[in-house]
């Protein structure tokens, strides 16, 4: 259902976007154009982050052993990279590493970032590759043994990213730190 929900946002979002008078966009720039906005968010929280926080994580109460704001980062790419790779129907150029938090070399917020960045123009190049004509083909799952509709896939980049985008918000919040996005222009 909220796979649902979420295409239906999406093609309203594209009719307001996109008036009667606009020329048509394609279905990958509507959804690339999705993908951004998380792009824009999670990588202006990721840089807003201070370096010295990227370890913080809540430990009291139901928060022992949750990731670190590093590896909430890290995870989001890791992620962005399984899931843009399977629905490019590529090998996967990075490496899903330990609870698909990335690479265990990734030390550091400009490391995270760099991460992050280089992940989300992967994600960018997959979602501008659906198309009306390839949006239901059957790829294979990077989560299992079967196979999902690419755009399940590609809009996966975005409900998965905002769902940890906001968890990254809290810590940044317990910090004393204003997301970006909540920032008066």
Avoid: C
């Amino acid at each position: 259902m909220t796979r649902f929900l979420l295409l239906m946002t999406l093609a309203a979002s594209a009719a307001m976007v996109f008036g009667a008078d606009a020329p048509q966009a394609g279905m990958g720039q509507v959804l690339d154009r999705q993908l951004r906005s998380a792009d824009h968010e999670i990588v202006g929280l990721a840089e807003a982050m201070p370096a010295e926080k990227y370890n913080f994580r809540p430990i009291d109460g139901e928060f022992r052993n949750v990731r670190t704001f590093s590896l909430q980062m890290t995870h989001i790419a890791a992620v962005l990279f399984e899931v843009s790779a399977a629905a490019l129907g590529e090998k996967n150029p990075s490496d899903t590493g330990k609870d698909e938090n990335g690479p265990a070399s990734i030390d550091g917020k400009a490391a995270a970032v760099k991460y992050l960045k280089d992940a989300f123009a992967y994600a960018h190049k997959a979602a501008l590759a659906v198309t009306s004509a390839n949006a239901m083909d059957m790829v294979q799952s990077p989560f299992g043994s079967g196979k999902t509709p690419r755009i399940d896939l590609v809009t996966t980049l975005m409900w998965h990213s905002f769902d940890h985008y906001g968890q990254a918000v809290v810590y940044a919040r317990m910090n004393g730190i204003v997301p970006p996005a909540s920032r008066g222009q």
